[in-house]
T-cell receptor, first 114, second 112 residues
Framework: DTGVSQDPRHKITKRGQNVTFRCDPISEHNRLYWYRQTLGQGPEFLTYFQNEAQLEKSRLLSDRFSAERPKGSFSTLEIQRTEQGDSAMYLC????????????FGPGTRLTVL | QKEVEQNSGPLSVPEGAIASLNCTYSDRGSQSFFWYRQYSGKSPELIMSIYSNGDKEDGRFTAQLNKASQYVSLLIRDSQPSDSATYLCAVRGKAAGNKLTFGGGTRVLVKP
């Protein structure tokens, strides 16, 4: 499978716990994006990496959220002290360098905070 | 005003008919426009991209872009029950590498 992969696919946690999600982009893609999607809404941008550099962060990304892409390959998104409002689908997308190249999404991680 | 607007639907279409979906955007500097299909519980799947004014056809799908009117549309010809899904319009702003801004999606129901 040469697509974007995400792990885990589902995560149930209790409020206040920390969670970490992983994204493996398509191998030749140097741009990586995280989005969050809640029911009935379109995906909302969270953050963007070009290689290992985090170049843009949404104001939606509170201090409890942190993302890394240490070697410019896979990325992790950590949420500390989870809240019920964090329940959502967390989507990762990647694309090749170039002005018009498309973003391809992984299957997502469904987070439920109890 | 939302940055990208779509009618939420549902858009009910008889099998074999043409489904017409519309999207408007507010950033006049936007350069790239995308349509994604999303089945319930799944992630968005790219089906069309368009960058210049006019029409772009791919199989049963046609994307239409009018930058002057800040309007992009998607036509689905010969609609099939398997086309029943939510269709998301996404726009990429002027700066290279930037995020996609999505509309809320239009739910399409194709009835046999």
């Amino acid at each position: 499978d040469t697509g974007v992969s995400q792990d885990p696919r589902h995560k149930i946690t209790k409020r206040g716990q920390n969670v970490t999600f992983r994204c493996d982009p398509i191998s030749e893609h140097n741009r990586l994006y995280w989005y969050r999607q809640t029911l009935g809404q379109g995906p909302e941008f969270l953050t963007y990496f070009q290689n290992e550099a985090q170049l843009e962060k949404s104001r939606l990304l509170s201090d409890r959220f942190s993302a890394e892409r240490p070697k410019g390959s896979f990325s992790t998104l950590e949420i500390q002290r989870t809240e019920q409002g964090d329940s959502a689908m967390y989507l990762c997308a990647s694309r090749r360098q170039g002005a018009y190249n498309e973003q391809f999404f992984g299957p997502g991680t469904r987070l439920t905070v109890l | 005003q939302k940055e990208v607007e779509q009618n939420s639907g549902p858009l009910s279409v008889p099998e074999g008919a043409i489904a017409s979906l519309n999207c408007t955007y507010s950033d006049r500097g936007s350069q790239s426009f995308f349509w994604y299909r999303q089945y319930s519980g799944k992630s968005p799947e790219l089906i069309m991209s368009i960058y210049s004014n006019g029409d772009k056809e791919d199989g049963r799908f046609t994307a239409q872009l009018n930058k002057a009117s800040q309007y992009v549309s998607l036509l689905i010809r010969d609609s099939q029950p398997s086309d029943s899904a939510t269709y998301l319009c996404a726009v990429r702003g002027k700066a290279a590498g930037n995020k996609l801004t999505f509309g809320g999606g239009t739910r399409v129901l194709v009835k046999p």
